[in-house]
């Protein structure tokens, strides 16, 4: 019988524990916003697993002192350690002790977001949910992204339709000086895991999912991005983490990511 390790995980999974090493390198005590169903269950597992200072709120008004598992809550009572008004969020993203993890509709090579409009701004074909607090954060605060879906209309040539987050493009700032606060550090992919270490912040494949190449991370990116020398494979989670992750959703949510829950590791 194969271990878990070569069959026994999912897509959904195996990007939670990619996704959750986003926070391996904050501050203890850093603000975790988690924005959808995955960004929600890495930070949770990275809290579980080696960031048990990270803050995080239940998602309405208290500082929570534990994940709070996603999906029906049943009788569980949220575990409050303190209280998290929009004063108090404000307070903290303009300090920049925060990060952010979110789910824009676009992006474009410069890190820029978009998470307002598809089409012209004038006459949008279609309209979202505007800007949102994506302003504020993207210049305050570290910001990483998920896409379920890697493709050129998320992944965009160009910019974004409409700029709802700062990027590094060095055209929108005065003199070309980004913003003090402006820290973008990865986006995770249904293919891949990729950072913004290249050159001027340039976008990089940090690791391939396994079963991906890099031909198709790119076929399917409407920009170039750089591939590093040492280039491998995103790792798959442990049994320890794929039991943390069920714990924190034990409906299975994750099971509803991506399109008919895919296996972690493709077949050959």
């Given at each position: 019988?194969?271990?878990?390790?070569?069959n026994?995980?999912?897509?959904?999974?195996l990007c939670i524990?990619a996704?959750?090493?986003i926070f391996?390198?904050?501050?203890?005590?850093?603000?975790?916003?988690?924005?959808?169903?995955?960004?929600?269950?890495?930070g949770?597992?990275?809290?579980a697993?080696?960031?048990?200072g990270?803050?995080?709120?239940?998602?309405?008004?208290?500082?929570?002192a534990?994940p709070?598992?996603?999906?029906?809550?049943?009788d569980?009572?949220?575990?409050?350690?303190?209280?998290?008004?929009?004063?108090?969020?404000?307070t903290?993203v303009a300090?920049g002790?925060?990060?952010?993890?979110?789910?824009?509709?676009?992006?474009?090579?410069?890190?820029?977001?978009?998470?307002?409009?598809i089409?012209?701004?004038?006459a949008?074909?279609v309209t979202?949910?505007?800007?949102?607090?994506?302003?504020g954060?993207?210049?305050?605060n570290?910001?990483s992204?998920f896409?379920?879906?890697?493709?050129?209309?998320?992944?965009?040539?160009?910019?974004?339709d409409?700029?709802?987050?700062?990027?590094?493009?060095?055209a929108?700032?005065?003199?070309?000086?980004y913003?003090?606060?402006?820290d973008h550090?990865?986006?995770?992919?249904?293919?891949?895991?990729?950072?913004?270490?290249g050159?001027?912040?340039?976008?990089?494949?940090?690791s391939?999912?396994?079963?991906?190449?890099f031909?198709?991370?790119q076929?399917n990116?409407?920009?170039?991005l750089?591939?590093?020398?040492?280039l491998g494979?995103?790792?798959?989670?442990?049994?320890?983490?794929l039991?943390?992750?069920?714990?924190?959703?034990?409906?299975?949510?994750?099971?509803?990511i991506?399109k008919?829950?895919?296996?972690?590791?493709?077949?050959?």
């Amino acid at each position: 019988m194969m271990s878990y390790t070569e069959n026994d995980f999912t897509l959904a999974e195996l990007c939670i524990a990619a996704a959750s090493e986003i926070f391996r390198d904050e501050t203890d005590e850093v603000f975790a916003t988690l924005i959808g169903t995955l960004p929600k269950i890495a930070g949770y597992l990275a809290k579980a697993t080696f960031k048990p200072g990270m803050m995080m709120s239940d998602g309405i008004y208290y500082l929570a002192a534990e994940p709070v598992p996603v999906g029906p809550r049943g009788d569980y009572q949220v575990k409050a350690e303190g209280r998290i008004g929009y004063e108090r969020v404000f307070t903290i993203v303009a300090k920049g002790n925060r990060h952010a993890f979110v789910g824009p509709v676009q992006v474009d090579r410069f890190g820029q977001m978009n998470l307002s409009c598809i089409g012209e701004y004038a006459a949008p074909k279609v309209t979202m949910l505007g800007v949102r607090g994506l302003p504020g954060n993207t210049v305050n605060n570290r910001t990483s992204m998920f896409f379920a879906s890697h493709n050129k209309r998320a992944l965009v040539a160009n910019e974004v339709d409409m700029v709802s987050g700062a990027g590094y493009n060095p055209a929108r700032y005065p003199g070309g000086k980004y913003p003090k606060g402006l820290d973008h550090r990865q986006i995770i992919t249904n293919l891949c895991v990729l950072d913004f270490e290249g050159p001027d912040h340039a976008i990089r494949v940090r690791s391939l999912h396994p079963g991906v190449s890099f031909d198709e991370v790119q076929d399917n990116t409407g920009f170039d991005l750089i591939r590093p020398d040492d280039l491998g494979e995103t790792a798959p989670p442990t049994q320890a983490q794929l039991d943390i992750i069920s714990k924190f959703d034990p409906h299975d949510i994750r099971a509803y990511i991506f399109k008919d829950n895919p296996p972690g590791r493709r077949a050959a």
